[in-house]
T-cell receptor, first 117, second 112 residues
Framework: GAVVSQHPSWVICKSGTSVKIECRSL??????MFWYRQFPKQSLMLMAT?????????EQGVEKDKFLINHASLTLSTLTVTSAHPEDSSFYIC?????????????FGPGTRLLVL | SQQGEEDPQALSIQEGENATMNCSYK?????LQWYRQNSGRGLVHLIL?????REKHSGRLRVTLDTSKKSSSLLITASRAADTASYFC????????????FGTGTLLAVQP
């Protein structure tokens, strides 16, 4: 149980294009999902907290107009990297909290590797 | 930044040996969690220790927490080659979202 999937698992795009990444909770409902970014050999940095039915809360330094987050249902959150540039190349990981489970636990997706040429 | 620090950054040991990783954080916490990440993959939750707990065990894992020193340690006993991964501590500092703040990570290599 408590499986989180991400799609796509990897994507290569040209500079200036937009890329959408999906995060799904497969066997539970998630009112809260989180988006992280991880550069090579570095730790995970929280980008934003995604709340179902409301606006996402962004961490300091993260541009909300560049990283659009939509959490339209209890099982799906999307992150769109708009007008991607090479410096946006990174590993993007989402996590989800079970609506009916412990609020201390997050279940992580397998990550999406983005390469912007 | 609230991000914690871990040491060592990298650790190489032989199979059967014990591995100890340390995590320090900056502000008071509700709980501290340890995660494992295999290369290029997602995270796996290992263990959670609350601020009022001092030690916790799970299989070959032993976690300690010293809130006076704002530090935690993860001990993996009788290590195996399959334990090779990056290990991260993450702290929860309260608030409405209970968000995780990750440490810098320790890369563990267990040589067969």
């Amino acid at each position: 149980g408590a499986v989180v999937s991400q799609h796509p698992s990897w994507v290569i795009c040209k500079s200036g294009t937009s890329v959408k990444i999906e995060c799904r909770s497969l066997d539970f409902q998630a009112t809260t999902m989180f988006w992280y970014r991880q550069f090579p050999k570095q730790s995970l940095m929280l980008m934003a907290t995604s709340n179902e039915g409301s606006k996402a809360t962004y961490e300091q330094g993260v541009e909300k107009d560049k990283f659009l987050i939509n959490h339209a249902s209890l099982t799906l959150s999307t992150l769109t990297v708009t007008s991607a540039h090479p410096e946006d190349s990174s590993f993007y990981i989402c996590s989800a909290r079970d609506r009916q489970g412990s609020q201390e636990t997050q279940y992580f997706g397998p990550g999406t590797r983005l390469l912007v040429l | 930044s609230q991000q914690g620090e871990e040491d060592p950054q990298a650790l190489s040991i032989q199979e059967g040996e014990n591995a100890t990783m340390n995590c320090s954080y900056k502000t008071s916490i509700n709980n501290l969690q340890w995660y494992r990440q295999n290369s290029g993959r997602g995270l796996v939750h290992l263990i959670l220790i609350r601020s009022n707990e001092r030690e916790k065990h799970s299989g070959r894992l032993r976690v300690t927490l010293d809130t006076s020193k704002k530090s935690s340690s993860l001990l993996i006993t009788a290590s195996r080659a399959a334990d090779t991964a990056s290990y991260f501590c993450a702290t929860v500092h309260g608030g409405a979202t209970n968000k995780l703040i990750f440490g810098t990570g320790t890369l563990l290599a267990v040589q067969p």
